[in-house]
């Protein structure tokens, strides 16, 4: 039994981060890659 709620823990602390992980990136590509697009549209 402790093996399996050891398990689930993994799991769950491995889809958050990695979840977490993904918001961050699209995040920064958002920052980084439409910031400068938006400067073009407004000149």
Known sequence: ???VIGSI???IT????????LLLS???LQ???L???LRKNLI
């Open 9 to 11: 823990l993994t799991i």
């Open 1 to 3: 039994l402790p093996v």
């Open 26 to 28: 699209s995040g920064l």
């Open 35 to 37: 910031k400068p697009f």
């Open 14 to 21: 491995l889809f958050t981060f990695i979840r977490s992980s």
């Open 31 to 33: 920052k980084y890659l």
